[in-house]
């Protein structure tokens, strides 16, 4: 079970995309993993034949579990000694199981695809738990979230029909006394959705907690005359389509992109008492989720991206973190992250690191301000840079200079074309 940021313990497996005896390759999608954020899309780390599958469907594991074997070339399952499986209680509701009557035998845990070959529809981890204690089959639900994706309103919707159509709740299911059914099904939909927040919070709380208690933050500000990138970026986008058009937001993440990879301290992961510098920049950007809480996934080597890529991948990357459908390396990797809560109306956000990163850039509101430019007084539209930082990893006189080069990239937006 991959660690999926700071703030998971364990998560919830909620289905096999490979088999025994499947040929995978590094990056290939081989589970789902229900998290409380989001159901994350587990890729394989190596080349090799799928072995033994050992936790199955369903089940709830920590951090650090083996969920399968992997086969290299040659090797045969009767040589690979498959590592033993961790499991503790969670609060995490599984995906609703139906179990066999007394006397039947159970069936074997699903692995692998669909029949068909179909890809799987993306279901959010709050939508799933709702529809298990309001007992809606998700399957017959249609998705109205990105890609198709089945989310809350979708499982309220069908939940509403079910009780038009017939007054009496929906059936049990016969091999279960109606005493086993979960206390959920007594809650309303807002207190279902409080319930979830709750879940996600506590997680949140005790990755920032961890966070304020492990890592020596130091902070600086710098206020960055956005005019000049505000004007290039406005003539750039009239000549394109709406869709085509690439926010501020953009420049922003280039900008801290490549700044990162020019002074590596503030690039990379601090673990087991040591700095593990990472060449390309992973930025994470944080995206607020519409049930509450946020996730902070990674746009990968977003310093080699132009702009209408990273444009196109953010775009992609808060629709799907918003449907809960993410990937475990765009969960895992961040190697910096950017916070921008100027569309919030705040001037400054003074962030807390992400671990095991060792910074963060916040960006607050760009408004006109009163300016020195060009040795005269004018209103000017600037922004609130900033940076939190890992003391351990760095200094304040690096920090300095780290900042400064982010503004002075924001002053030659053109340099950030490519």
């Keep these: ?33 229900e998290t409380t954020k989001a159901a994350v899309e587990v890729e394989c780390w190596h080349d090799g034949t799928v072995g033994d599958l050992l936790v199955p469907v369903g089940q709830t594991v920590q951090v650090g579990t083996p969920l399968a074997t992997l086969l290299e070339a040659g090797e045969s399952a009767d040589t690979a000694q498959a590592p033993p499986v961790i499991t503790r209680p969670t609060s995490i509701e599984p995906p609703a199981v139906v179990e066999p009557a007394p006397g039947e035998a159970k069936s074997a845990p699903t692995a692998g695809p669909k029949p068909g070959g179909a890809h799987r529809r993306w279901i959010s981890p709050a939508a799933r738990r709702l529809a298990a204690s309001l007992g809606v089959d998700v399957d017959a639900v249609t998705g109205t979230g990105p890609q198709g994706a089945v989310v809350i309103s979708d499982v309220e919707h069908a939940a509403a029909h079910i009780e038009t159509a017939a007054e009496a709740p929906p059936p049990q299911p016969t091999s279960l006394p109606k005493a086993d059914a979960t206390p959920a099904t007594s809650l309303s939909p807002r207190e279902l959705a409080a319930r979830r927040g709750a879940a996600m919070r506590s997680s949140i709380a005790a990755a920032m907690s961890r966070s304020k208690r492990e890592i ?55 673990r087991d008492d040591g700095f593990e ?65 100027g569309d919030q109306g705040v001037d400054t956000v003074f962030g807390v690191i992400y671990p095991p990163q060792v910074a963060l850039v916040g960006f607050g509101k760009p408004a006109p301000r009163v300016r020195a430019v060009d040795g005269g007084i004018r209103i000017a539209t600037t922004v609130q840079a900033t940076l939190a930082a890992d003391h351990r990893a760095s200094d304040g006189h690096r920090g300095a200079l780290f900042l400064a080069a982010v503004n002075e990239l924001l002053q030659q937006p053109e340099l950030l074309e490519k």
Excluded at 236 to 241: F, G, L, P, S, W
Aim: charged share 20%.
């Design 1 to 33: 079970m991959p660690a999926l940021g700071a703030d998971m313990d364990e998560g919830t497996l909620n289905e096999w995309l490979v088999k025994p005896g499947d040929t995978v390759t590094r990056g290939q999608v081989v589970a789902v993993v």
């Design 216 to 270: 020596p933050h130091y902070y600086l500000a710098d206020e960055v005359l956005m005019d000049p990138a505000l004007d290039w970026l406005a003539g750039r986008n009239a000549e394109r389509t709406i869709t085509e058009r690439v926010l501020p937001a953009v420049l922003q993440i280039k900008a801290v992109a490549v700044a990162a990879q020019r002074f590596g301290e503030f690039n990379g992961f601090w």
């Design 277 to 341: 510098p990472v060449g390309k920049a992973h930025v994470g950007v944080a995206i607020s989720l519409r049930g509450g809480g946020l996730v902070a996934p990674a746009i990968h080597d977003a310093a080699d991206k132009n702009l209408d890529e990273l444009m196109s991948g953010l775009t992609d990357l808060v629709a799907r973190a918003r449907a809960g459908s993410l990937r475990s390396s765009e969960m895992s990797d961040p190697t910096i992250t950017i916070t921008n809560l």
